[in-house]
């Protein structure tokens, strides 16, 4: 496996530099794409999906339809996606350590709680994008603005929790790293 600092940078998994050390190493296959590389672009995608939104978001009410549909069909299927992977491949890793077991329990719940969460908010947030990008009027760009940043910021905030506290472990760090809540 490739060192997740090297995520997304299309570094072949044959460059890895610490396997030994790597918690999800058995995910690595020849010629399939290597789980800490696809956490990173997976990561790197719904950051710029959030800044699409953002520049939505700035824009109203004179929004750019034709990036509402773009953005309405990449948002639920990529946060699924992504949830799998973390939910199936990383959050079983991240567990996996004697000492802050309970504790890590307790993170990993609340954050699939996020990823349900989430995943609600961008459906309801597709259905909306799309009605505007077919040319639906936008009756109220107050709410609408409220409703792109609460989603924006409320991801934003569980990625930059993610790669602090639980990306890590593809690092080889289980059990040296801070108090999760
Ligand atoms: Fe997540």
Redesign the pocket.
């Known amino acids: 496996m490739q060192n997740v600092n090297n995520a997304g940078t299309g570094m072949s998994p044959d460059m890895c530099e610490v396997p030994h050390r790597c918690p999800v190493a058995h995910m690595c296959m020849p010629g399939r794409e290597v789980p800490c590389h696809h956490v990173g672009r997976s990561h790197d995608l719904k950051l710029d999906l959030c800044r699409q939104l953002e520049d939505i978001a700035d824009s109203l009410p004179h929004v750019d339809r034709r990036q509402c549909l773009i953005v309405a069909s990449m948002l639920v299927p990529l946060l699924r996606e992504?949830?799998r992977f973390?939910?199936d491949c990383v959050f079983p890793a991240f567990v996996d350590d004697v000492a802050h077991r309970e504790q890590r329990l307790k993170t990993v719940e609340r954050?699939k709680q996020?990823?349900i969460e989430?995943e609600c908010s961008a459906q309801d947030l597709t259905e909306t994008l799309l009605s505007i990008g077919r040319g639906a009027p936008i009756s109220n760009p107050e709410a609408l603005g409220f409703m792109l940043r609460a989603f924006f910021e409320s991801m934003r905030r569980?990625?930059a929790f993610?790669r602090e506290h639980?990306f890590p472990i593809l690092l080889g760090e289980r059990g040296n790293g801070p108090q999760h809540n």
């Open positions: 992504s949830h973390e939910e954050l996020e990823h989430d569980h990625i993610e639980i």
